[in-house]
C-alpha cells in the first residue's frame, strides 16, 4: 500500500485542521493505520491509530480530546481532524500503515508502510 498525507498548513494557536492520509493499492481495510509526528530537534512520537474496522481508536495523551481519527474504507482515506491546536503540535505529520497485528499498534516498528509526511505550524 502506498500512502499520501495531506492538509498540513500554518494555523494560529486555537485553530483547526483535517490532516487526510490517501491510500492506494489493494486491501486498505486490511490495515490498521496510524498518524505519528515529528518536530524539529525531537524523536518521532505516536499521536494516533485506528483499527482496520474503525471501532478501536488509541490517542496519545498529549491529543486526547483534541484530535480524533477516523477512516472510510470506500475512500480508502484515513482522517486526523485537529482541534484546539497549540504552538506543541508543530510538527511534521506522517501516516503508517500495519497489516500483521490486530487491533491497534502504537509504536514505530509495528508499521510497514509510511507516507511522506505533512507539515502542521501552529503559531502563538
Known amino acids: 500500500v502506498q500512502l499520501q498525507a495531506s492538509g498540513g498548513g500554518l494555523v494560529q494557536a486555537g485553530d483547526s485542521l483535517k490532516l487526510s492520509c490517501a491510500a492506494s493499492g489493494y486491501g486498505f481495510s486490511m490495515y490498521a493505520v496510524g498518524w505519528f509526528r515529528q518536530a524539529p530537534g525531537k524523536e518521532r512520537e505516536f499521536v494516533a491509530a485506528?483499527?482496520?474496522?474503525?471501532?478501536?481508536?488509541k490517542y496519545a495523551d498529549s491529543v486526547k480530546g483534541r484530535f480524533t481519527i477516523s477512516r472510510d474504507n470506500a475512500k480508502t482515506t484515513v482522517y486526523l481532524q485537529m482541534n484546539s491546536l497549540k504552538p506543541e503540535d508543530t510538527a511534521v505529520y506522517y501516516c503508517?500503515?500495519?497489516?500483521?497485528?490486530?487491533?491497534?499498534?502504537?509504536?514505530?516498528?509495528?508499521?510497514?508502510?509510511w507516507g511522506q509526511g505533512t507539515e502542521v505550524t501552529v503559531s502563538s
Open positions: 485506528i483499527d482496520r474496522s474503525g471501532g478501536s481508536i
Open positions: 503508517a500503515a500495519d497489516h500483521r497485528r490486530d487491533g491497534v499498534p502504537r509504536y514505530i516498528r509495528d508499521y510497514d508502510y
